[in-house]
């Protein structure tokens, strides 16, 4: 019996002293910025033939969760053991945690190192200019090195999107504060910021509608009304109505910076006004109107300036002191009838009948505004008698011209006999 202890306490004092365990460490992402939760493992190694009892396990820092274990186990033979836990990155900077294993053999320590980064995703407007009251697409890319999602804090669409360049179609109305929420992930945890980006604000120039045309006009000539539509919106706009009384045209649409021009005639006395209708890109309707307003001559643009009878012949001139051509000039005296055709404005034409005895000349003619007029005059015969235009147009000479007016047309009669 004695012999046999003997042998026990020499195997013991001969057998090789444990090797005491091994700390190392594990974190589950590279990079870790301000406000991650970052898991990590705390990986401890029994090399010995033997177990290994853990007594307890202490993180010296707040920023790990939890940071005390007790009473953690046994570790078997040639094995490890991983304790998970958490690190709270709640501040930039380089942080150095302490950490204590303790065993029934002793206390091994070690240190995890860990740094946090403050860095966030930068937001670049690449649309420098938004036209307000116009349809604008904005593109804005997020500097990042992974994928993001933004949505516009304002009326905007789409109301969120997914990636690194982006576009919304925004149509503001006044000025206001383009503010993103952007939400970015690192490793397991996701992120938000709000950036806000500043574009230069332009007030449209929009749709403009320019009406030209002589105010001064007689009550029953056709007035031309020059019409000018010009686009200078970024955008186009279309199904347009230009209405001026019962004449109306129709653009299908104007892309921008385009202009539209065109003429309407109209009769002073009957008024209109000019009504331009069209819809915006995003499909609402506008409307503009601007009021035509004349200087009314109570007078006939067309008259019967002179007229003689000489040797059984009728013979007169027609004058068309308006500012537009009229046509189908038709001159009748006792049953006959005498065309003439078209007058140019402020110009004559001359007629002539065989015709004896008085009688009323009728004068009818269409104008371009499509109304057919007719004036007449009393005419007795052997009598000469020059009718010239009475008060009127301003632009047709007073009665220094009248008068050389008067030669011209004894001459001009005697050549067409």
């Known amino acids: 019996m004695k012999k046999l202890i003997f042998i026990i306490g020499l195997l013991i004092l001969i057998a090789p002293a444990a090797a005491q365990v091994s700390v190392t460490y594990e974190i589950s992402q590279d990079r870790i910025l301000v406000g991650d939760e970052v898991e ?117 669409s789409p109301s969120e999107s997914y990636g690194n360049d982006f576009e919304f179609v925004f149509t503001p109305e006044k000025p206001e504060k383009l503010r993103f929420e952007i ?102 309707e506008h409307e503009m109107t601007k009021k035509l307003e004349f200087n009314t001559i109570n007078e006939s643009a067309v008259q019967i300036c002179g007229y003689e009878f000489d040797d059984s012949t009728l013979t007169g001139e027609v004058c068309n002191l308006g500012s537009t051509e009229v046509k189908n000039v038709i001159v009748r005296f006792g049953g006959k009838s005498y065309f003439v055709g078209s007058i140019l404005p402020e110009d004559y034409e001359v007629f002539s009948f065989k015709a004896e005895g008085n009688g009323t000349i009728e004068v009818s003619w269409k104008n371009l505004a499509g109304n057919v007029l007719t004036i007449s005059s009393f005419a007795e015969e052997k009598k000469v008698e020059l009718k010239n235009a009475e008060g009127g147009r301003e632009i047709l000479y007073a009665s220094a011209i009248v008068s050389v007016a008067i030669v011209l047309l004894a001459i001009l009669a005697f050549r067409r006999k």
């Open 40 to 156: 990590c493992f705390l990986i401890i190694k029994n090399p010995n033939p033997i177990p290994e009892n853990l007594r307890s396990i202490v993180f010296f820092s707040d920023l790990i969760s939890p940071r005390i274990f007790s009473e953690v186990g046994v570790i078997p033979p040639n094995s490890e053991y991983r304790l998970p836990f958490i690190f709270k990155a709640e501040k930039e900077g380089t942080h150095i945690v302490e950490v204590s294993v303790k065993t029934y053999n002793g206390i091994i320590r070690t240190y995890i190192p860990f740094t946090v980064e403050s860095a966030e995703p930068e937001l670049v407007l690449k649309t420098g200019e938004i036209y307000l009251g116009e349809k604008n697409v904005i593109s804005v890319s997020a500097i990042w090195d992974s994928a993001v999602r933004i949505k516009p804090l304002f009326n905007a």
């Open 183 to 284: 939400e970015y992930s690192n490793g397991n945890n996701i992120h938000s910021v709000i950036k806000e980006v500043n574009p230069v604000w332009i007030t449209s120039s929009g749709v403009t509608l320019s009406v030209t045309y002589n105010r001064n006009a007689y009550a029953n000539e056709a007035v031309e009304v020059s019409v000018k539509v010009a686009n200078l919106k970024k955008s186009p706009i279309n199904s347009l109505s230009i209405t001026i009384g019962g004449d109306e045209r129709f653009i299908p649409e104007l892309k921008p910076n385009e202009t539209w021009e065109g003429s309407f005639y109209v009769q002073p006395e009957k008024g209109a006004d000019v009504t331009l209708k069209y819809r915006d890109e995003l499909g609402k």
